[in-house]
């Protein structure tokens, strides 16, 4: 992790646009831009830890991250895949001031934090602010709702299958991409084992839904593979 502090610019010129941010007044950009800093976080390393306090808003400005949660036997459960102009808000903020999931970096990622009472109190005052707040948060939530829709009724072929489409739609999107998530955090993101991961892939690829190799993946049948993940 590399730390540096604001630079002169400051939020208001940010060429990352995240959402909610354009709501804000030039008292509260200024109060962002002096209670924040730059960080630089390598590739596998943890940039929010389940149980801690919340410290700070984690704005992501480049890269790619993993949010997730333990589930039984320390296996963890990937909620989503956080890209460039997503900012990390824990939901315990506003309750316990615990974060309630991990993230860590899939690839090198350039972020900026923001304290922890600059963001409350634009949340505070800000009506419009506030609102796009709630949405994030009701977002991870209705996330978590499908996360549990996708793991208590469709089998693991509609699990992987839906995962795919995820990438391909949410994250990516391309039909033809190259995912920097390993094959353990796609069975994570499919809470399926490693093992039945790659058998499934195989018999699509086999089967010509999907073209793959090594991290590239392209989606050569995108009908027969939504059918695949609407019947589960």
Not at 43 to 54: L, P, V
Not at 160 to 179: D, G, M, P, V
């Amino acid at each position: 992790m590399t730390k540096t502090m604001s630079d002169i610019t400051g939020c208001s010129k940010c060429n990352i646009k995240f959402n909610g941010f354009e709501t804000l007044n030039e008292d509260e950009l200024n109060a962002f831009k002096e209670s924040h800093c730059k960080v630089v976080y390598q590739k596998g390393e943890t940039i929010i830890k389940e149980g801690t306090r919340c410290n700070n808003i984690i704005c992501i400005k480049k890269g790619y991250a993993k949010l997730y949660i333990k589930g039984l036997e320390n296996k963890n459960i990937i909620i989503k895949v956080l890209k460039e102009g997503d900012f990390i808000v824990s939901p315990g903020l506003f309750t316990d001031n615990l974060n309630h999931f991990s993230v860590s970096a899939l690839t090198e990622m350039d972020t900026c934090l923001i304290s922890v009472e600059a963001f409350t109190s634009a949340f505070r005052n800000n009506i419009c602010f506030a609102e796009q707040i709630l949405k994030l948060n009701h977002q991870i939530t209705t996330d978590l709702y499908h996360q549990l829709i996708n793991f208590s009724h469709k089998k693991m072929t509609g699990r992987i299958a839906n995962t795919i489409l995820y990438l391909s739609e949410k994250i990516y999107h391309s039909r033809n991409f190259y995912t920097t998530l390993s094959r353990q955090d796609i069975a994570d993101l499919s809470s399926v084992s490693k093992e039945s991961l790659i058998r499934v892939l195989k018999d699509f690829k086999e089967s010509g839904i999907i073209s793959i190799n090594g991290n590239q993946i392209e989606i050569n049948s995108p009908k027969t593979l939504e059918n695949i993940s609407r019947v589960g």
